[in-house]
């Protein structure tokens, strides 16, 4: 039997590493340690994004890197962030709460599936759309109410039910039709003479997320919501135009 290239098990290495983060942020979830546990949640994200990255700029693709990350996305971004919201704020809010918890798990598991299947998650040819809200970003939006109860903005308490329904808001995103921003895109190419702006936003970025990780975070986060009515408008355009 052919033994794989060295080349072709980084991307794969790298996707492990993600899901023994993954695995990590429920152990700590289970501990007590939420920012802990949350900080693993976002380096497996981290690792999600350099393993795609890593399998284009070595031609790595493979079957079994295919599977191995949607394996990882789900323990990593359904299981993992689903254990830390209801160990940090749910526990004592009842049925609801759970069952709002059990659609979240169950949707993430459905998109993965159809993602494997037959790549629904890329909208359009072009590639600048997603489907719904991919599983990642669906993690980080669900746990941003856990960001909230790190600088003591408990927005929920009043009304515990609110946080049930934002749960489920999110779910229903992840199997929704709704187009979201892509950067999966092969025409998305920096310009040199951008190159110096976009390398000083990104390391500002940087130093605030280093001195203001639950601030910015919640922040990004609040920007993708409100970009969605955005990226629906640009998808209509966009199909639109090539009709005409």
Same mark, same amino acid.
């Given at each position: 039997?052919?033994k794989p290239a060295i080349r072709n098990l980084i991307p794969n290495l790298v996707t492990l590493s993600g899901l023994c983060f993954g695995?990590?942020?429920?152990?700590?979830?289970?501990?007590?340690?939420?920012?802990?546990?949350?900080?693993?949640?976002?380096?497996?994200?981290?690792?999600?994004?350099?393993?795609?990255?890593? /399998?284009?700029?070595?031609?790595? &693709?493979?079957?079994?890197?295919?599977?191995?990350?949607?394996? /990882?996305?789900? =323990?990593?971004?359904?299981? /993992?962030?689903?254990?830390?919201?209801?160990?940090?704020?749910?526990?004592?809010?009842?049925?609801?709460? $759970?069952?709002?918890?059990?659609?979240? #798990?169950?949707?993430?598991?459905?998109?993965? /599936?159809?993602?494997?299947?037959?790549?629904?998650?890329?909208?359009?040819?072009?590639?600048?759309?997603?489907?719904?809200?991919?599983?990642?970003?669906?993690?980080?939006?669900?746990?941003?109410?856990?960001? &909230?109860? *790190? #600088?003591?903005?408990? $927005? $929920?308490?009043? &009304?515990?039910?609110?946080?049930?329904?934002?749960?489920?808001?999110?779910?229903?995103?992840?199997?929704?039709?709704?187009?979201?921003?892509?950067?999966?895109?092969?025409?998305?190419?920096?310009?040199?003479? &951008?190159?110096?702006?976009?390398? =000083?936003? *990104?390391?500002?970025?940087?130093?605030?997320?280093?001195?203001?990780? $639950?601030?910015?975070?919640?922040?990004?986060?609040?920007?993708?919501?409100?970009?969605?009515?955005?990226?629906?408008?640009?998808?209509?355009?966009?199909?639109?135009?090539?009709?005409?």
């Amino acid at each position: 039997m052919k033994k794989p290239a060295i080349r072709n098990l980084i991307p794969n290495l790298v996707t492990l590493s993600g899901l023994c983060f993954g695995i990590t942020s429920m152990r700590f979830a289970l501990e007590g340690q939420y920012q802990a546990s949350l900080i693993c949640i976002l380096i497996a994200a981290v690792c999600d994004l350099l393993d795609g990255m890593m /399998a284009s700029l070595l031609q790595a &693709h493979s079957e079994l890197g295919a599977q191995l990350d949607s394996l /990882a996305d789900f =323990v990593n971004f359904g299981i /993992a962030p689903s254990l830390l919201l209801y160990m940090s704020l749910m526990s004592d809010m009842g049925l609801i709460s $759970w069952l709002s918890l059990l659609l979240f #798990i169950i949707f993430c598991c459905l998109r993965l /599936a159809l993602f494997n299947i037959n790549n629904t998650d890329l909208m359009s040819k072009q590639n600048n759309f997603f489907k719904g809200v991919p599983t990642p970003a669906g993690a980080i939006l669900i746990l941003i109410p856990v960001t &909230h109860s *790190f #600088i003591s903005f408990d $927005w $929920w308490t009043s &009304h515990q039910n609110l946080l049930a329904f934002y749960t489920l808001t999110i779910s229903f995103l992840l199997i929704s039709n709704i187009p979201t921003y892509s950067l999966k895109n092969s025409s998305f190419q920096l310009k040199r003479s &951008h190159s110096f702006r976009i390398l =000083v936003v *990104f390391f500002a970025l940087v130093l605030l997320l280093i001195n203001f990780l $639950w601030i910015v975070m919640s922040i990004l986060a609040i920007a993708y919501l409100l970009s969605i009515p955005f990226s629906i408008n640009s998808f209509r355009k966009s199909k639109m135009s090539s009709v005409i």
